[in-house]
């Protein structure tokens, strides 16, 4: 079982910049995918973006240009920068992880955009 920590959730104003992280422990041992969901009152859940341990990178489109992945699943960890921050991309944001025995998710953490 992997656990999940993350940090940097909080108010910020349109325009702003965030930084969210997240370490991992536990049974890290066959990790091969983080990466970042989110979920607003009233919509469905959506990846936000994703890092693989080649180095992969996936943003959903209406993040690109604006938010950054980066870290280092060898290491367990995982970022996300998130800059030009909209109203519409408040949400609660969930650290996940991929492992060969299955995924695992952290608590989440607010992130809330006024305007």
């Known amino acids: 079982q992997v656990q999940l920590v993350e940090f940097g959730g909080g108010l910020v104003q349109a325009g702003g910049s965030l930084r969210l992280s997240c370490a991992a422990s536990?049974?890290?041992?066959?990790?091969?995918?983080m990466g970042w969901y989110r979920q607003a009152p009233g919509k469905q859940r959506e990846l936000v973006g994703s890092?693989?341990?080649?180095?992969?990178?996936y943003y959903v489109d209406s993040v690109k240009g604006r938010f950054a992945i980066a870290g280092d699943i060898a290491e367990n960890t995982v970022y996300l920068q998130m800059s030009s921050l909209r109203p519409e991309d408040t949400a609660v944001y969930y650290c996940?992880?991929?492992?060969?025995?299955?995924?695992?998710w952290g608590r989440g953490t607010q992130v809330t955009v006024s305007s």
């Open positions: 996940t992880v991929d492992t060969i025995q299955g995924s695992s």
């Open positions: 536990g049974s890290t041992f066959s990790l091969y995918r």
């Open positions: 890092i693989t341990r080649d180095g992969r990178v």
